[in-house]
């Protein structure tokens, strides 16, 4: 049994205890300041004044595609739509026997409004289908090859979880919104064969293990989803712990899955029990604010339209109500006023009929009307957020307040309102819509600033959180949605040895310098897995 023991810095047991020293044996937390000196170490760490921390929590990622965008083009980055264009076809010329041309994660900012043409692809890839999606995962552009393949004409009928875009003469632009419309194609997509998963898994193991994630929420699951999160724990590729998060979609399609969810938990907790949950239902009551596609109470100020909500209120509310029924938390992404109007409302009912639930999220919590603020205590629905969003980023600037106005467009992301009003709340990252590094997400949440130090006053200034309360929400808070802040969380005697060591005292640092400190040192039950 191995002891090792970190000592001379700033331990972060918590928001209300710190010590110089800490030690874990067998994979546990066992001894604070001069008890862990005392011990008998088998390996010691000299932190050097830096901060130690307990490992974060993911409350809402999606590591499989992070994994999955390291395997196809390029297209995350590019500043232009010239450079996004030479980025494909380079990818596609080197990849001639691809049969399609896949890419995640372009900048959907970098047309007017978002939307894409077809015809822009067809002049660069005009022998293949060519998929992408964009950074916000909500929206994908395709080439006509796609199209035809997928039977899109502009006689579809619209989807009622979905847009597909016109262009003014009637005809199909090549620019798809939302679920119902892109995953017309995206089902069309040759799934990952054994190696692409294994490269999947240890890239998404990577890049949380290289900023300190110990363990993280996949906020969207299918079969072949599933498949390789069982490959990665087989074979050792997964180093960090996951709770998966089954998909429900609507128009009666979630109700045929429930018996096969109750049966992916089951097969998880069998075969994979120390790395793998799966015992989460997600639910999309909205898109996002800069498609349009987020539901709201008022229209969009640049198009008569209050958004999609993907499923109809009387449905969402039934589906909620049976997913609980069953045991799952259920996990709703909800961006505009009108959508986590809807969530609170399922929550609400789901309350009524069977009671306590299992630690209900509403994840973004973007947009919230100020009549629903109080409704988040009341019903004890944790409000996720991803707290890099909380700043003035280009996508806000160019895509979001346009369409929402000054006046909303002030009321996003009101994390303090709710902290201090009693709410619980969790951090998360998103990734990869955004980065996966917590302490970038953190500095912002202290700052409501960009990395240009914009606005210099912060964005909605009140909004703003301490550095103690961010640290818990992405440690303690997500453990806590998690439903298992008995096993990690803080870095109490008893917790989990799962630990992050930084290069600096982030508590000695200006404001803006939080968002740079770096992970030098990641651990997994005792194990070191980064550094």
Request: a negative charge; hydrophobic letters at 40%; one cysteine or more.
């Amino acid at each position: 049994m191995a002891t090792t023991v970190w000592h001379n810095g700033k331990v972060w047991i918590n928001e209300n205890e710190s010590s110089d020293a800490i030690a874990a044996s067998d994979g546990v937390i066992v001894a604070h300041g001069a008890d862990a000196l005392a011990l008998q170490a088998d390996e010691k760490i000299d932190l050097n004044g830096a901060t130690l921390l307990p490992g974060f929590g993911d409350g809402h990622a999606h590591p499989v595609f992070g994994g999955t965008e390291t395997l196809f083009a390029p297209v995350r980055g590019p500043e232009k739509l010239e450079q996004l264009l030479e980025a494909i076809k380079t990818w596609a010329d080197e990849n001639p026997d691809a049969p399609w041309v896949r890419g995640e994660g372009y900048d959907p900012s970098l047309a007017p409004r978002g939307e894409f043409d077809a015809a822009w692809l067809d002049e660069i890839v005009p022998d293949r289908p060519v998929v992408l999606r964009a950074m916000d995962y909500h929206t994908a552009w395709v080439n006509t090859k796609a199209l035809e393949l997928a039977g899109i004409t502009p006689e579809t009928p619209q989807p009622l979880d979905g847009e597909i875009l016109l262009r003014p003469d009637g005809t199909v632009l090549g620019t798809l919104r939302e679920w119902g419309a892109w995953n017309m194609v995206y089902k069309l997509l040759p799934k990952l064969d054994e190696k692409q998963r294994d490269k999947v898994v240890r890239a998404a193991s990577d890049a949380f293990s290289a900023c300190g994630v110990t363990w993280a929420q996949d906020a969207w699951v299918e079969d072949d989803t599933l498949e390789t999160w069982l490959q990665g724990a087989r074979t050792g590729a997964l180093k960090f712990r996951v709770n998966l998060a089954w998909l429900a979609e609507p128009e009666g399609v979630w109700r045929t899955k429930l018996e096969s969810n109750i049966a992916r938990r089951d097969r998880v907790a069998k075969e994979a029990p120390e790395w793998i949950t799966g015992n989460t239902v997600k639910f999309f009551a909205d898109g996002i604010l800069e498609g349009g596609t987020a539901a709201v109470l008022v229209d969009y100020c640049d198009c008569p339209s209050k958004g999609i909500p993907n499923w109809r209120r009387e449905e969402l509310i039934e589906a909620v109500a049976e997913v609980v029924k069953s045991g799952f938390q259920a996990h709703i992404h909800a961006i505009g006023d009108a959508g986590i109007r809807n969530a609170l409302d399922a929550f609400e009912h789901a309350r009524k009929v069977h009671g306590n639930l299992i630690n209900p999220v509403i994840a973004h919590s973007q947009l919230i009307d100020p009549a629903d603020l109080p409704r988040f205590k009341e019903l004890d629905v944790i409000a996720n957020f991803e707290p890099l969003w909380a700043q003035l980023a280009n996508e806000q600037v160019v895509l979001t307040v346009p369409r929402l106005g000054q006046e909303r467009a002030d009321r996003q992301y009101p994390m303090a309102t709710l902290l201090r009003s009693g709410t619980k709340i969790s951090f998360g990252s998103d990734w990869p819509v955004t980065s996966p590094v917590p302490m970038e997400g953190i500095g912002v949440a202290i700052t409501r600033q960009t990395d240009e130090e914009f606005p210099p006053e912060g964005w909605v200034p009140n909004e703003r959180l301490t550095l103690d309360e961010a640290l818990t929400a992405y440690t303690m808070g997500s453990a806590v949605q998690a439903n298992e802040s008995h096993l990690w969380g803080d870095l109490s005697i008893g917790k989990r040895a799962d630990i992050a060591v930084l290069n600096s005292d982030i508590h000695a640092l200006a404001p803006m310098q939080v968002r740079r400190a770096k992970v030098v040192g990641t651990w997994l039950g005792g194990v070191r897995v980064f550094g």
